[in-house]
């Protein structure tokens, strides 16, 4: 169990080199207009991985890898040892109501020694993460994701590729500390999450 905190110096990411289409996207984003997080819905996968203090648990399973995010509610299932995304991929990710979050895209993974490697693609357009930063991503984004352990903590390394939005691709680097606590019930629904602007 991960506390999704990763302290001083816990989390590093690269300069953002835009496209003219990315530049684009960025400049005409409105927080409170365009961010799915405010519907309960996250705007792409570094917006689960940066949001601190909330509890992440992996577990390892013989055929797949479960991940349960308290934020938002979501189940993220990777499959393992697949010969390749299907033709017609699904979302990997859900909410408690079994509602796909097609922003998260469709995952597999695999081994590469001590390390878990997870490739995702099919993603609907967002934004990889609209904590600190908006980073715009379009249907054409790959990432590669490397999980392993450094210490105590866990190590996530994440490439994010894509030629519509990004000149040059774009990494975030974490160190996840264990968590002395569950994954609880985050509870928002679009019903009660909608921002009112009065």
Known sequence: MLDGSYGEGGFTWSEIAY??????RYEAFDILSDDPSLQCIPSGPGRIWDNPGS?????????RV????????????????QTGHPLEPVPSTHNLQGEPMPTMGHSIGWYEGDQLVVETLAYAP??????????????????????YRDGDRLAL??????????????TFDYRFRLSDFDVVVYGCTA???????R
């Open 126 to 147: 967002g934004f990889i993460t609209t904590i600190r930063r908006y980073i715009p991503h379009s249907a054409a984004m790959r990432s590669i994701e490397r999980f």
């Open 157 to 170: 390394e994440v490439t994010y590729v894509d030629p519509i939005t990004l000149r040059a691709p774009l």
């Open 66 to 81: 479960d991940i349960r995010f308290e934020m938002f509610d979501l189940r993220r299932t990777i499959l393992l040892d």
């Open 55 to 63: 509890p992440i648990e992996i577990v390892q399973l013989r055929d």
């Open 19 to 24: 496209t003219d289409e990315g530049q684009r």
């Open 191 to 197: 019903e009660n999450a909608g921002y009112d602007d």
